[in-house]
């Protein structure tokens, strides 16, 4: 072979070389890119709802948007807690680098038949928060509700946590209060504050009990449409609730009120994955 031919293939193996080795340091930045720090001592919580693949509502993703999201998020660098980890971080202990806890709503059917293969697939044990007064009688909900018999096997598997979100309070009293927030009327005549008191007490009891019968620590409630006030705060602690999920949004920290913890919504057909991070990111400034 001449000379000249075998310097030109040097000089292109050399090239070609340098094209490669360069490619490979630019996807080691990118990788580590993901992987930095967003945020240490805070947790995101989501909140999702029904998770279908014909409904588009306005609290609806499909089973594939969520997987999208998850599969995002993890090459992002978020790490994935538990409720009990949760537990652990507010009262003092630590969590991964970019911490998220994942929350659903409502406790729909959906739950157990679209939304957990997807969250199993990821590794994720989401908190189910349940409506309690459907699980007997899960078809009397608008969307089909969590049955007995699956929310058992949802503990035995430990594929969720099951916490409270009420009895039977899931419901608006008037547009600014539902009946866990506000006062209701009975043949024109108000509740008065002891009756109020009383209602809601039985409601929270009602509800933790019935958990129970589920391996629940029933120590943890997400207020109905996100409404509460300082009574409904007291009551809740009395009968044993920790913690309190709203649906404001905003990242968890070590400060955070216990009865007051935000959450971001990614469970809405718009809500990509990349819009998932960038609200992510929006609540830690």
């Avoid at 075998?6 to 080795?21: D, E, I, M, N």
């Avoid at 503990?155 to 409270?164: F, G, T």
Wanted: proline share 5%; charged share 25%.
């Amino acid at each position: 072979m001449p000379q000249r031919r075998v310097r030109l293939l040097t000089a292109l193996v050399r090239r070609l070389f340098l094209v490669l080795l360069f490619a490979m340091l630019s996807l080691a930045v990118a990788d580590n890119n993901h992987s930095r720090p967003y945020y240490k001592d805070k947790v995101a919580v989501l909140v999702y709802h029904h998770v279908a693949s014909g409904d588009l509502g306005s609290v609806t993703i499909t089973p594939g948007l969520l997987d999208s999201q998850l599969k995002d998020m993890k090459r992002r660098g978020y790490h994935f807690i538990t409720m009990e980890d949760f537990r652990g971080f507010m009262e003092g202990g630590a969590v991964p680098r970019n911490a998220v806890l994942v929350t659903f709503d409502d406790g729909y059917k959906s739950f157990y038949t679209d939304a957990v293969p997807v969250l199993s697939k990821h590794q994720v044990q989401a908190v189910n928060f349940i409506v309690t007064e459907f699980i007997e009688r899960p078809e009397r909900s608008t969307i089909p509700s969590l049955s007995a018999a699956e929310m058992t096997e949802l503990a035995d598997r430990s594929s969720a946590e099951l916490q409270c979100h009420s009895h039977a309070l899931h419901k608006l009293a008037n547009p600014k209060e539902s009946y866990l927030s506000g006062r209701l009327e009975h043949e024109g005549k108000r509740e008065t504050d002891e009756e109020y008191t009383a209602r809601i007490r039985q409601d929270v009891r009602a509800c933790s009990n019935e958990l129970r019968r589920f391996r629940s620590k029933a120590d943890t409630y997400a207020y109905p449409y996100g409404m509460f006030n300082g009574k409904v705060q007291e009551i809740l602690q009395e009968e044993g609730i920790r913690y309190a999920f709203t649906v404001h949004p905003g990242i968890a920290g070590r400060r955070t009120n216990w009865m007051e913890i935000p959450r971001i919504n990614a469970g809405s057909p718009f809500m990509t994955p990349k819009r998932v991070h960038k609200n992510i990111m929006r609540k830690l400034h």
